[in-house]
């Protein structure tokens, strides 16, 4: 079982510890028990927020049993790191149905089949009982102001324009949590990004305070992207997990278009492969970058283990035919609805416009003039059909689930057209 902080450490995992050879000699007693917890700022997780759930699922994999906390009551106050202003508040019956999504999303990549293997929980379960008094008493009372001025992200706070009791307090709650959850379950393992080092810490301080009891803590790093650009972020926004919100096809391309200076970084965190299979793929990025098996190898077992094999299928279905190598009638709506909401797309009220024009209204071309062009080179295609007239005007029998044109540029250019 202490082979998985090699596994962690070779995957470049592990950022802080309060002791790694204390955890690691825990580790080899038996089994332990470690959580990590969610906030719900938002309704959905991004791929960011799955560093430290896919730590904690390789330590439930290693063995050991895994508590995911969704914070119900945390998610009302905000945590202040990150931030150079006071967080909005969001009404309470927001974040119950935030709660409720993300715990579906976190619970996909745990093993709860027993509770000796993992745990759901909310903070809200012992903290909306718990009074001011017995939380100023019991908790509050162990917290030194000195100490808890010194982080960082309070000291630069306070240096701007400050910060409310409400978000200095988010350190004590979280800190509770930890205490709640060791003597509940037994939790000596907390996780978190490294940002949260402090929060973290300070738990760990607590429950020697109260229990007179070692425990642990474990961060993650927050990953970085070989081109200096947000990991987790595209020209659309953030990738998320929720399918309303990043949908499966883009979820897909988005790993299929990872960049091969990133790609073996980003299989060792978001990929159950071995070493071996993972040191064959980064083998493959090295010799053979044009094929793309490491990017695709990941897109594949990602965009399962979130969406579904069915999905997977649907979106594969969808790249294929976009650029001519399969059916595009094949393809239902909502996964062309989405294709296309990747590409360069043209919204319009009807059809009647030339089809050189709808090239130029996509973006795929210039111009007209540039349209023409492509036509009159024999390099411009209607639903993967070459248009070799300049003056064909698109009609309703050429309409995709009647809504949709595909339009494409050569091999590899592809725009869109929607229509109503």
């Excluded at 190598?325 to 393809?331: A, Y």
């Amino acid at each position: 079982m202490t082979d998985i902080l090699d596994d962690l450490a070779w995957r470049g995992l592990i950022a802080q510890s309060t002791d790694l050879d204390a955890l690691r000699a825990s580790l080899a007693t038996g089994p332990i028990t470690a959580y990590c917890g969610f906030d719900p700022t938002a309704p959905s997780l991004h791929v960011g927020n799955l560093v430290p759930l896919f730590t904690l699922a390789r330590i439930q994999q290693a063995g050991h049993r895994a508590i995911g906390l969704v914070g119900g009551a945390t998610g009302l106050i905000g945590d202040p790191g990150g931030r150079s202003t006071e967080r909005a508040l969001n009404p309470a019956e927001v974040v119950a149905e935030w709660v409720a999504k993300i715990r579906v999303q976190v619970e996909r990549f745990l093993d709860l089949s027993d509770e000796a293997r993992g745990v759901m929980v909310s903070n809200l379960d012992w903290t909306a009982e718990l009074s001011a008094i017995d939380f100023l008493r019991d908790v509050g009372k162990h917290f030194p102001v000195n100490r808890m001025l010194a982080r960082e992200v309070v000291a630069a706070r306070l240096a701007g324009e400050g910060l409310s009791y409400t978000e200095f307090s988010y350190q004590l709650l979280q800190s509770n949590d930890y205490l709640e959850l060791h003597r509940r379950f037994g939790c000596t393992l907390q996780l978190g990004g490294s940002d949260q080092w402090g929060n973290i810490t300070a738990g760990v301080d607590f429950i020697r305070r109260v229990e007179g009891a070692h425990v642990h803590a474990l961060t993650v790093p927050l990953i970085t992207k070989a081109d200096g650009t947000k990991f987790g972020k595209t020209a659309g926004g953030a990738v998320w997990l929720n399918p309303e919100m990043t949908s499966p096809y883009a979820f897909y391309q988005f790993w299929l278009n990872s960049d091969d200076r990133d790609i073996v970084k980003f299989l060792k965190i978001f990929s159950f492969r071995g070493r071996e299979e993972i040191e064959a793929l980064e083998k493959s990025v090295a010799e053979r970058p044009f094929a793309r098996e490491a990017q695709r190898a990941l897109a594949e077992e990602f965009t399962t283990l979130l969406h579904g094999a069915d999905e997977l299928v649907k979106v594969q279905a969808a790249s294929k035919a976009l650029f001519g190598q399969g059916s595009l009638e094949d393809l239902d709506a909502a996964t062309l609805g989405s294709a296309l909401a990747e590409v360069p797309k043209a919204a319009v009220p009807a059809l009647g416009a030339p089809f050189v024009d709808l090239l130029a209204e996509s973006g795929l071309v210039e111009s007209k003039s540039a349209a023409r062009r492509a036509v009159k080179e024999g390099g411009a295609y209607l639903n993967n059909v070459k248009i070799t007239d300049e003056a064909y005007v698109p009609e309703d029998k050429d309409l995709l689930r009647g809504r949709f044109l595909v339009l494409r540029r050569g091999k590899k250019s592809i725009g869109g057209v929607e229509v109503g």
